[in-house]
């Protein structure tokens, strides 16, 4: 087991210098100076080529990127040329939001979907089924940045039930922070105004980014308890006189969900890039929105940055999952 | 024999399929008895229908199967008029046990194999009388002692270990053990000892014998294998393409097999076929099954009148029943083959 995480451990490092390399290459061929950027509005042409002296922007791309792997090596993300601190500094105080706002998005597309995939397998081709393979075409069909819109426009605009933006209200001081993950936090610190506060902050942004999840996970439990009621040891607890509520929620639903669960890991990866998105749209201050801030100034570091946390992060969401699908199947265990 | 002493009896069951081709009649006609503390084992080819029967008698037949006919008696009581909520709660698992075909599938393989067998005694063990509390406790140990009588080393550590630890001679105890938990009055037994080596065969073979004199089994035992039959059951029913066509006392029906697809079936047996004998022609699809016996485009007997109707079956004094043209009154008794 441990041989089995050092293993994984050792196979992700080739992979995120191959995400470094390719998210270099990409941001730096695209014909926008950061020298310019660097050197603000007014500069004359004797300053930028100062600045890209100083950086090593005159350098072949192969230095600098050299240069690069070093900094990082010795954990030093560089400075942002957007707000002029160290790029770590700027990313811890954002990733809690982030991850709040993925987690929450996978626990209720998980939650959900995990009980909807249920039910349309046992009611299968009734319309039920029907409603919810609709559903579910469309859960994965519809366009965040359209979906969240609506959604705004529904709930903030015209009901006026929930916030429009932001994490926090204005108005709300922010609890004591600990974890940097506000639900946690306000309720750590028993402040039970900035928790609803902040749940109803949550609410549009989390659906928006879980419908996804959720459709896609609906149908995998679906298929998955579809394929394991086929099973001789299902008809063999049948027989056994199993109650059928028992059957399906537990002795059918942990054989099924092994599917489910490596999609939930590839899914994560597909939360934190729609989390770029959603993020934009609600001005969730995570680090999917400062990642379009840096794109748009062409703030290298920052966007290197960003990409090898997403890296890392999924790369340890799906060590996990590997993990845990040990854990639900003792044969899998055997292997590890 | 007196209707009191039979524990389970099967009249005339008809059951069908709709497939894409057309309705397969799966069972056609079957009668079946097993009269308390009996072992009777149902003999046939593959696909004759006799794990249908067992299914029936249970009720976890193909959602598609309509019962078109007959009646399935157990203790008195119609099972076919019960819904699937009243099987689960009052009969699987409690009144009858089940031994499944394949011990390899038949275990869910990410539960203990204590939760698995545990679980079916939660819900259908009868109290131990102990109160209640000790309820768990009861079923743990009773299950623990029903694990020795099968042979299981080391029964508690048994229980924590998952299926895939187990050879498949080890798990077909196991099955055994659950399908005994409860107490069961009867026992189906769906060719326990097909998916196992021969070796593993004859040690499940001589268990279940062993059990079913120490608690007194009635079993229905499924099996293609008349050598099995002769080992271990008392009576024996002979099924052919969805019809029971001969049944009797086990001795009786080896020694004086009067239905021609007994006799050939016997035949067949390498313990008893001079050279490699078999029967001419393929099983009868059940999708257009021959009119009448369905047995007589094979059968080296055949009259015209056996494509007319079904044979009626004769009873004997001995209680050897047949469903043959050849026996009934005023007919010449068949030749038996040499």
Redesign the interface.
Same mark, same amino acid.
């Given at each position: 087991m441990l041989r089995f995480v050092l293993r994984r451990v050792l196979l992700v490092l080739p992979v995120l210098f191959g995400l470094l390399v390719l998210t270099f290459v990409l941001v730096r061929v695209v014909p926008n100076d950061p020298s310019a950027a660097l050197a603000g509005q007014n500069a004359t042409p004797q300053q930028i080529a100062e600045i890209r002296a100083k950086y090593g922007f005159d350098q072949p791309l192969i230095v600098q990127f050299g240069i690069y792997l070093r900094q990082v090596a010795q954990a030093d993300l560089g400075t942002s040329i957007q707000s002029g601190r160290p790029v770590a500094r700027d990313i811890l105080q954002r990733l809690p939001a982030t991850l709040e706002l993925t987690f929450a998005a996978l626990f209720l597309g998980a939650g959900l979907g995990v009980p909807l995939g249920v039910l349309a397998a046992v009611r299968h081709n009734t319309w039920l089924d029907h409603a919810l393979r609709f559903f579910t075409v469309g859960g994965v069909a519809i366009a965040s940045f359209w979906f969240a819109i609506m959604l705004q426009l529904l709930f903030s605009m015209q009901l006026d039930l929930l916030p429009l933006r932001g994490r926090l209200g204005t108005a709300m001081a922010p609890p004591a922070q600990w974890t940097g993950l506000l639900l946690l936090d306000s309720l750590l610190a028993w402040r039970l105004d900035a928790f609803v506060d902040a749940v109803r902050h949550l609410a549009l942004p989390a659906v928006t980014l879980s419908l996804g999840a959720m459709a896609t996970i609906t149908r995998f439990t679906r298929s998955g308890v579809l394929e394991t009621l086929e099973k001789e040891y299902v008809l063999y607890e049948i027989a056994a006189g199993y109650p059928r509520w028992l059957l399906v929620a537990v002795y059918v639903l942990r054989n099924s969900v092994v599917a489910t669960i490596t999609q939930i890991g590839l899914l994560f990866g597909a939360l934190l890039a729609g989390a770029v998105v959603v993020e934009s749209i609600y001005d969730w201050p995570g680090i999917g929105s400062y990642a379009v801030a840096a794109i748009f100034t062409s703030d290298y570091k920052a966007i290197l940055a960003v990409t090898l946390l997403v890296g890392v992060v999924y790369s340890i969401v799906n060590i996990l999952v590997d993990l845990i699908h040990g854990l639900v199947d003792r044969r899998v265990a055997a292997e590890l | 024999m007196s209707a009191g002493d039979l524990l389970l009896r099967v009249e005339g069951l008809r059951i069908s399929i709709p497939t894409d081709d057309g309705v397969a009649q799966i069972l056609d006609h079957v009668d079946l008895r097993i009269p308390r503390g009996r072992i009777v084992g149902v003999v046939g080819e593959s696909g004759c229908g006799k794990s249908t029967l067992a299914?029936a008698v249970?009720g976890?037949l193909p959602r598609a199967a309509r019962v078109d006919a007959g009646r399935i008696v157990f203790e008195g009581e119609d099972l076919l008029a019960l819904d699937? %909520?009243e099987l689960? %709660?009052r009969?699987? $698992?409690?009144e009858i046990g !089940?031994i499944?075909q394949?011990p390899f599938? &038949?275990?869910?393989?990410? !539960?203990k194999v204590g939760t698995?067998l545990l679980?079916?005694m939660r819900? +259908?063990a009868p109290d131990g009388g102990d109160g209640g509390g000790g309820r768990r406790g009861a079923h743990r140990a009773r299950l623990l002692d029903l694990l020795r009588a099968v042979q299981i080393a080391d029964p508690e550590a048994a229980l924590d270990r998952?299926p +895939?630890q187990f050879s498949g001679g080890q798990r077909q105890r196991l099955?055994i053990a $659950? &399908?005994l938990a409860c107490r069961p009055r009867l026992v189906i037994a769906d060719e326990p000892t097909t998916a196992l080596d021969v070796t593993t065969q004859l040690q499940i073979l001589r268990l279940l014998r062993d059990l079913a004199n120490r608690f007194g089994l009635s079993m229905l035992f499924v099996t293609h294998d008349f050598g099995v039959v002769a080992q271990l059951c008392d009576d024996v029913m002979v099924m052919y393409a969805g019809q029971s066509v001969e049944g009797g006392g086990t001795a009786e029906i080896l020694e004086r097999p009067r239905h021609p697809y007994t006799q050939l079936l016997l035949a067949c047996h390498p313990d008893r076929a001079q050279d490699l004998a078999g029967i001419p022609g393929t099983v009868a699809s059940p999708l257009a099954p021959p009119p009448g016996c369905r047995f007589h485009p094979r059968c080296p007997s055949a009259r015209p009148d056996c494509a007319v109707a079904r044979p009626a079956t004769v009873v004997d004094a001995g209680g050897h029943a047949v469903g043959c043209v050849l026996y009934h009154a005023g007919a010449v008794p068949a030749a038996r083959p040499s």
């Open positions: - | 299914r249970l976890i699937q %909520r689960t %709660r009969i699987r $698992g409690k !089940f499944p394949d599938l &038949a275990l869910n393989p990410t !539960f698995q679980e079916i819900w +259908h998952y +895939h099955l $659950g &399908a």
